[in-house]
């Protein structure tokens, strides 16, 4: 994707960021952005010594150039992030050892929201990035339209104890002691074109080593969404937590006020929205209740809904088939659901309410589609906007009927011919 800037390489920006960073009228012409880094542990090779191979890596690749633009910039991000109160740049370590975990970044969605006078109309040059990582750092990175500096977003998922007996509370080989984020975002507008951001939690490798690994791993994970605000004077102007150049840093708290209490929708009836001490940071909520459910696609928005595949493993490695798969569906802007979209599925389904069903005033805030066994795919909607289709690992392709709120195809004109 094409950014605006200069050469961010020049190791003097490591500590200032006072050039023209990013400036419309400077190109650096196309840029691949790529997250990375290990990925999994593997108890039997020894202890991993804490290195920079273990940290989470964001590189801006120039195509042209073939040099990383980010090469002194994402460090920085880092050291100013553990400036404001994180361990990140330390690495999770596992009983006290030396064993440190890795912590990779999920894929980033890649975005061009805004032109060079701020609307939101786009130009053709990056002003958004989302991402996450293993340790359940959420990140929002954004470039200004027209000045020369940029801003990072961190935010946090919950504690795996907050939604888990406390014996499962600790981390393992595999995952630290939050939520872990492994799905690229997705992100949509809402009807005053702020961004709405989604993704889901949890992790899932193949592999097996006694008690550590991911099959045995019963923490309970959960949905996320939270709004940015699609005016640049909203989504840029909030004070930072720490501002440093041309670098700024919002930092949002690791306390429990941040997601204590925040559900899918409210109770009150009024879209959800899950402000704490007059900060916002996230939006919605959503629980999953099995043990050891977990999302590892990206979630879709369409047709005024949000739909989202999790996956159960078997935990006995030896077990008949590698686990069970769930696909949920929302309002994507987390109030109760307008008709049941499963209704005419034909699918073995249920419905999820925001109390006990049989309270008076209970809503319908969800659906869930029971897909069988295997590891699903994300979900994708085919071209007549009536069905999804999952993909699972046993090799089948399920087509599930769903009724949207909104047709997302309209012809938008016609061809006539000629008669001969």
Not at 96 to 101: A, Q, R, V
Not at 103 to 130: C, F, K, Q, R
Not at 285 to 296: A, K, L, N, Q, S
Not at 381 to 405: C, E, F, M, P, R
Request: proline share 6%; glycine share 8%; aromatic share 12%.
């Amino acid at each position: 994707t094409p950014v605006r800037g200069d050469d961010l390489s020049d190791p003097t920006a490591s500590t200032d960021f006072n050039k023209e960073s990013w400036n419309h009228s400077h190109l650096s012409g196309w840029v691949a952005f790529i997250t990375g880094s290990s990925r999994i542990f593997n108890p039997f090779s020894g202890s991993a010594v804490r290195d920079d191979a273990l940290l989470p890596h964001l590189l801006a690749i120039d195509i042209e150039r073939g040099i990383n633009l980010f090469q002194y910039t994402w460090p920085e991000l880092l050291r100013e992030h553990q400036q404001v109160g994180s361990s990140l740049p330390e690495g999770f370590v596992q009983d006290n050892t030396e064993t440190c975990i890795p912590y990779a970044l999920s894929a980033p969605a890649v975005l061009d929201i805004w032109d060079s006078e701020g609307e939101i109309s786009g130009d053709g040059y990056t002003d958004h990035l989302y991402f996450g990582d293993i340790t359940g750092r959420f990140y929002g990175v954004k470039f200004h339209p027209s000045e020369s500096w940029m801003k990072m977003d961190v935010r946090h998922t919950k504690p795996i104890g907050a939604i888990n007996d406390v014996d499962e509370s600790l981390h393992n080989f595999f995952r630290s002691d939050r939520q872990p984020i492994t799905a690229m975002p997705v992100v949509a507008f809402d009807p005053q074109y702020n961004l709405r951001v989604y993704f889901g939690t949890g992790k899932f490798e193949n592999v097996w080593e006694l008690t550590h690994n991911d099959m045995t791993d019963e923490a309970k994970m959960s949905l996320y969404s939270f709004k940015d605000y699609g005016k640049v004077s909203d989504s840029m102007g909030t004070s930072p937590s720490l501002s440093e150049g041309n670098l700024k840093v919002q930092f949002y708290g690791e306390n429990k006020e941040y997601w204590d209490g925040c559900a899918w929708v409210a109770t009150d009836g009024k879209p959800n929205d899950c402000v704490k001490s007059g900060s916002p940071c996230w939006t919605s909520i959503h629980d999953f209740t099995r043990p050891g459910e977990r999302v590892v696609g990206s979630a879709l928005v369409a047709g005024e809904l949000l739909f989202v595949t999790t996956f159960v493993p078997e935990t006995d490695p030896c077990g008949a088939n590698i686990g069970e798969s769930y696909l949920y569906i929302f309002d994507y802007l987390a109030r109760p659901l307008k008709k049941d979209p499963l209704e005419n599925s034909g699918w073995s389904y249920y419905k999820i309410y925001d109390r006990d069903e049989s309270d008076t005033g209970a809503r319908h805030i969800g659906s869930v589609a029971e897909l069988g066994t295997g590891m699903p795919s994300q979900p994708v909607l085919d071209s007549s906007g009536k069905y999804v289709l999952v993909q699972t690992s046993d090799a089948k392709i399920l087509k599930i009927h769903v009724d949207l709120n909104q047709r997302p195809f309209y012809f938008k004109g016609w061809v006539q011919e000629d008669e001969e």
